[in-house]
């Protein structure tokens, strides 16, 4: 897959590489005045209105046309600032009876080392196997419904229905379980807080079991031998099951070990904007409003067609986005004057390097909604609009060559989306 996209790139790109190796071959002086492509701002510009984009060799006409970004850059796209996309359905997908996975992780999306996605559904009543792993889980149902449990170092149980919209946050190392609740069962967004991690690789009840010699399961559990030989052989990982009784008599049964003080879930659909704008709003989850997700933040944008999701950048960590409904673009700027833009759609993958300033619009014609999240126990951003704001009367002007009235006319203050 890796290797698809950096076709796609490769294809994308070589116009831009032919400016950059005739400003390499021709002139190094080119790179010493600022313009590495040799090409002043007016060139690069007309470039784009007689032939030289014309493209007469082959085109994935159908991939083209779903990134128009990719096929008529920008201007102002400079260089290769890495992967900054991917798509959940372009990654393998794993069926078995009761469900399927998939994921994206560093291995698709190799910028991606901070966090990996697992997208998976789950018929009604089917399990995924009881488990745990080494990287924290955030979750958000995308449709249908979800009993999930998570067990607690000191023995208790925490034990909730989830549905659309509904958060999940299980730390490394405790075990759970999730499984698809009457009517079409559930689809559901993994994020992990390890680039490198992979559902197929998680700590399994049934591998535990299975690979423990038979005596050592009878001195722990009293079972016979004839109780090992029924125990599954191998791993479950998703599988069919009758569905569970009401929520109700789960927790009576867990009685004094069911875990009350904290929870594990938590209810995004029900959550205020943190900040609303007439174009669009943003809702911020981190540990300061649901204290159990220790080490992942998010943010869950919606842009109105045409709206923005203003520029800016995250002080702290990178970005990894979801992209759930709508259309639209970003643009990724980093240093060494490189930047790419690229257009997205549902089901699609973004990734911001650390710091990377960045602008999302939404170029659809119904609202963009949009994930954003970070390895970081809190989100943090920067506004330039509120930098340029702070910005002394002089010192702007020095900066951005612009009359004071021009400057002084953008949106005052962190709007995050605009217009305001
Ligand atoms: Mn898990
Ligand atoms: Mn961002």
Same mark, same amino acid.
């Given at each position: 897959m890796n290797q698809l996209s950096a076709q796609a790139d490769a294809l994308v790109l070589s116009r831009r590489t032919f400016f950059e190796r005739a400003a390499l071959t021709g002139a190094g002086i080119a790179l010493l005045t600022g313009e590495s492509y040799g090409q002043t701002r007016q060139e690069q510009q007309k470039g784009r209105q007689d032939? *030289?984009? *014309?493209?007469p060799g082959p085109e994935n006409k159908s991939l083209l046309a779903e990134n128009p970004n990719s096929n008529q850059p920008p201007f102002t796209d400079h260089g290769n600032p890495g992967a900054i996309w991917f798509s959940f359905d372009l990654a393998p997908k794993r069926i078995q009876a009761g469900g399927w996975t998939r994921q994206v992780t560093q291995r698709e999306l190799?910028?991606?080392?901070d966090i990996a996605g697992v997208n998976m559904r789950l018929t009604a009543g089917s399990f995924r196997e009881l488990h745990w792993h080494t990287a924290n889980e955030w979750a958000i149902m995308l449709t249908g419904k979800a009993r999930v449990s998570v067990m607690q170092p000191d023995g208790n149980m925490f034990i909730d229905d989830v549905g659309a919209g509904d958060l999940w946050y299980f730390p490394a190392g405790y075990p759970h379980s999730i499984q698809g609740l009457e009517g079409d069962g559930c689809e559901f967004l993994l994020v992990f807080?390890?680039?490198?991690?992979? $559902?197929?690789?998680t700590f399994l009840l049934s591998e535990f079991l299975a690979h423990t010699p038979p005596d050592n399961i009878q001195r722990n559990m009293g079972w016979a031998r004839q109780a090992f030989d029924q125990l599954p052989a191998t791993e479950l990982y998703i599988f069919e099951a009758p569905l569970p009784e009401r929520l109700e008599d789960d927790k009576r049964f867990l009685g004094?070990?069911? $875990? %009350?003080?904290?929870?594990?879930?938590?209810n995004l659909a029900g959550m205020a904007p943190t900040q609303l704008r007439s174009g669009g709003q943003v809702q911020v989850v981190d540990s *300061? %409003?649901?204290?159990?997700?220790?080490q992942i933040a998010a943010a869950m944008v919606t842009l109105k067609p045409g709206a923005i999701r203003e520029m800016h950048w995250h002080p702290n960590v990178s970005e990894w986005q979801y992209w759930i409904r709508g259309k639209g673009r970003m643009t990724v700027v980093t240093t060494g004057a490189t930047a790419r833009t690229m257009d997205f759609n549902a089901n699609d993958v973004g990734y911001v390097p650390s710091m990377a300033g960045h602008s999302i619009e939404n170029t659809g014609t119904e609202d963009l909604v949009f994930l954003e999240m970070f390895k970081s126990p809190r989100y943090a951003d920067i506004s330039l609009n509120e930098w340029i704001d702070r910005m002394p009367d002089k010192m702007a002007e020095a900066h951005l060559k612009l009359p004071l009235s021009t400057i002084r006319s953008a949106p005052q203050g962190d709007n995050d989306v605009l217009p305001r």
């Open positions: 032939g *030289s984009s *014309s493209d190799p910028t991606s080392k807080d390890e680039g490198a991690f992979s $559902e197929d690789d004094e070990h069911l $875990e %009350n003080k904290s929870r594990y879930t938590f *300061s %409003n649901f204290p159990a997700s220790t």
